[in-house]
């Protein structure tokens, strides 16, 4: 509709419009959009040629764009007692203007940054439940005239749904924060646990992520993905310590102890509440011991049996746990890991899974191999691939910015021999 058309529409046809407008926003699932949507609202609806939705950063005393018209991809920054929307912010009462240059308050350094002409101006304070100011919204040049109370009145409308997608937002924020925090503290206790495998967790992930990404996983799902590798070996904590460190080989008892730490793995997340989009991540991080051919622990699943997930957490856990010594063995050689890897291929390990990860690039897997290592001596493992990448490998190869980790292992490129594949 024309901006002509909603100018000449009666008040209760306008807020028709709102509440088909709601409608729409309802059905959306992005934040960023939901108030697109509605920034796009009050500009037809008002007959505006500007809106911004601003947020207040109160650590930095400034507010922020969200969404802004005519400056998309840009975030704007503005000290929260500056402006005209400073001034709502830090009084928390509606600004109306008619003549922007005309008002003390006004700040034209952004007119004279950008070209820019500020003339009427309808700034509104956003507030929580609670009553506290969270955002501005500001609408700026009215384009037949100027801001009436009936625009008042609507933009009192659009600022409240706005005000309940940000608080909705602010909140969601800070639950990610405090959960993304705990993960991580669980993560640090399963390193304090035992110091010799710090890092291993941290790295899990990292694999797992590259390699899930090669698989078509989206980012949702990649972040469930990471949490559930990074908490793979919870259970140690529940591992008698004189197990866990003992150096040299394990009685068989005592191997079947290390093994339970998948089961308590298990247990111990269950009894944590996750969100529906986190809920596969017990599964995922218990049930990375089960192999395809059902030899695996702790509940003997097999093939299609075993979560998605869990089969790319055991790719990624193998591999970090043969590069990396233990109380009981020293590291394998890095072909010999390679070698591994491919011989439990269809057997422990998930085929598709194992031929996306020796398909992953070679400075990919090197900058993971360094991370979390509180040595800090970098692993026999970096070591080696370091040396293959650079001193074995035929001029042909070297010339290349980058290759995957089975073109190393590749005789047409070590030896000279035809590559086969």
């Not at 190869?397 to 290759?403: P, Y």
Request: hydrophobic fraction near 35%; proline fraction near 3%.
């Amino acid at each position: 509709m024309y901006m002509t058309q909603i100018a000449d529409l009666s008040s209760r046809e306008k807020l028709k419009l709102i509440l088909e407008l709601s409608s729409e926003i309802s059905a959306t699932d992005s934040i960023r959009t939901m108030l697109q949507k509605i920034t796009d609202g009050v500009k037809r609806t008002l007959t505006a040629d500007r809106c911004t939705v601003f947020l207040l950063d109160e650590g930095k005393k400034e507010l922020y764009s969200w969404v802004a018209h005519g400056l998309e991809g840009v975030e704007i920054r503005l000290p929260v007692f500056e402006g005209l929307a400073g001034d709502v912010a830090s009084t928390g009462r509606t600004v109306k203007i008619e003549d922007a240059y005309s008002d003390s308050r006004f700040n034209a350094e952004f007119d004279v940054k950008t070209g820019y002409k500020t003339k009427t101006v309808l700034c509104m304070p956003m507030k929580n439940q609670k009553g506290k100011v969270i955002g501005v919204f500001q609408v700026l040049n009215k384009e037949d005239g100027v801001f009436s109370s009936e625009d008042e009145e609507l933009l009192t409308l659009f600022s409240g749904q706005a005000s309940a997608i940000l608080e909705s937002a602010l909140l969601y924020r800070e639950l990610k924060k405090t959960f993304v925090s705990f993960i991580r503290t669980l993560s640090e206790a399963i390193d304090a646990r035992d110091p010799e495998t710090a890092g291993h967790s941290l790295r899990v992930g990292n694999y797992a992520v590259q390699i899930a990404k090669n698989l078509g996983y989206d980012k949702e799902r990649l972040e469930v993905l990471e949490y559930a590798a990074i908490l793979h070996d919870l259970g140690k904590i529940g591992v008698k310590e004189a197990v866990l460190t003992k150096p040299g080989k394990l009685t068989e008892e005592e191997y079947m102890h290390i093994q339970s730490h998948a089961e308590k793995t298990g247990k111990i997340l269950e009894k944590i509440y996750f969100q529906p989009e986190y809920r596969e991540i017990p599964a995922a991080a218990a049930l990375h011991h089960e192999n395809v051919d059902g030899s695996g622990y702790p509940l003997k699943k097999k093939k299609s049996e075993i979560p998605h997930m869990a089969k790319i957490i055991a790719v990624a856990d193998v591999f970090d746990s043969l590069t990396y010594e233990r109380y009981y063995r020293r590291p394998m050689t890095f072909e010999r890991v390679i070698e591994t890897i491919k011989n439990d291929s269809g057997k422990k390990l998930d085929p598709e899974c194992v031929n996306v990860f020796l398909n992953l690039k070679v400075s990919v897997v090197l900058k993971i191999l360094t991370q979390g290592n509180k040595r800090e001596v970098p692993s026999q493992a970096f070591n080696q691939l370091k040396a293959l990448t650079v001193d074995e490998l035929s001029a042909e190869l070297k010339e290349k910015k980058d290759f995957p980790l089975r073109k190393i292992f590749n005789k047409y490129y070590i030896s000279g021999e035809k590559d086969e594949d």
